[in-house]
């Protein structure tokens, strides 16, 4: 697979593993598929790994940490801090607010090490902005870490541009993560230009709408009943049946290039840039190899309009997290 940098340290496939689901959100998952799919991952050229304290909380982690151990010297791992969380609780409703306090972010990365199994971090998040601690004091503390040896380079999740470059002032951010899909375009306003300016690269997460671009999904009660889309605006009642229609010609398309619909929105994804890496998630094999084979494929200029053209922010219904999640990004 070929390879992309973010910042100036960190060179990774163009494709990364989004391994959130494999613990966490998304109803159960079979350990045994996940650790098949991680190793399948490695095989195929995948070297870039994004997992978090949150996932599970914890066990994400600690998954990762076992069985990434045999190559952790050919792979990237992200991590990610920053949410205040209840221990008595698991999965999303672990999350209780946020905490990027200085004497925070050690704590975490302390037991991160010890849960990856690892003696550094490759790229250390910020995972949301917390508005009651500078964001100077915050890479401060992550900056302290890189100097220890303990952390290789910085990053921010869902950070707004201002954020971004005050961050950079205090030491060079590597990586700003933030969604990022045909349907989810908001980067492009302002912070995709910040970014680039900067010199940091930027990585998608959910580059598939959570599943939803894939058509795999044609009905809400395709999800676990625990599964956290079913929350999520785009998925609900009639949000759910007019994005569908979307998708659909975006299947169409796909079949006249004989890839599949998901193959194509990541390919839409891989040429906004050669500074992008996305990371789509997968518990199983052959979502894996369906993504990684997605690097390859080529696009035209006029290919890459009419796919923007077929989903456009304007005629997606539904916002991509309720108030209050969104009330958490672009800080």
Not at 69 to 81: H, L, Y
Not at 105 to 114: G, H, N, T
Not at 284 to 306: C, D, G, M, R, T
């Amino acid at each position: 697979m070929k390879t992309r940098r973010l910042g100036k340290d960190l060179t990774v496939s163009a494709v990364g593993l989004g391994c959130m689901g494999m613990s966490f959100a998304y109803g159960s998952a079979d350990e045994a598929e996940s650790v098949e799919t991680l190793r399948r991952a490695v095989d195929l050229g995948v070297t870039f790994f994004d997992t978090a304290e949150v996932y599970g909380p914890f066990t994400n982690e600690e998954l990762l940490g076992r069985t990434l151990k045999p190559v952790r010297d050919r792979v990237v791992i992200a991590t990610k801090f920053g949410f205040k969380l209840d221990h008595t609780k698991s999965g999303p409703a672990a999350m209780v607010g946020v905490d990027s306090r200085p004497e925070h972010v050690r704590q975490v990365a302390e037991a991160s090490l010890k849960r990856l199994g690892t003696n550094v971090i490759d790229l250390f998040y910020q995972h949301r902005v917390d508005p009651n601690v500078p964001i100077e004091d915050t890479v401060g503390a992550m900056a302290e870490l890189v100097r220890e040896g303990k952390v290789r380079a910085l990053g921010l999740s869902e950070a707004g541009s201002s954020t971004i470059r005050r961050a950079h002032a205090v030491h060079p951010i590597a990586a700003v993560q933030s969604e990022y899909s045909l349907w989810s375009r908001d980067p492009e306003e302002d912070v995709l230009a910040t970014c680039r300016e900067l010199g940091i690269g930027f990585v998608p997460y959910s580059p598939l709408g959570r599943g939803f671009l894939t058509g795999a999904i044609q009905k809400t009660d395709d999800l676990a009943t625990d599964d956290f889309r079913r929350s999520l605006p785009r998925f609900q009642s009639e949000n759910f049946d007019a994005n569908a229609a979307l998708v659909a010609r975006l299947q169409s398309l796909a079949e006249e290039k004989c890839v599949t619909a998901a193959q194509l929105a990541l390919a839409w994804v891989l040429h906004q840039g050669d500074d992008i890496v996305p990371i789509p998630g997968a518990r199983k094999l052959h979502h894996l190899e369906q993504n990684a084979a997605a690097a390859a494929i080529v696009l035209s200029p006029q290919e890459v309009k009419e796919l923007s053209d077929i989903i456009t922010p304007e005629n997606v219904a539904g916002k991509r997290y309720s108030d209050t999640s969104l009330a958490m990004t672009n800080i």
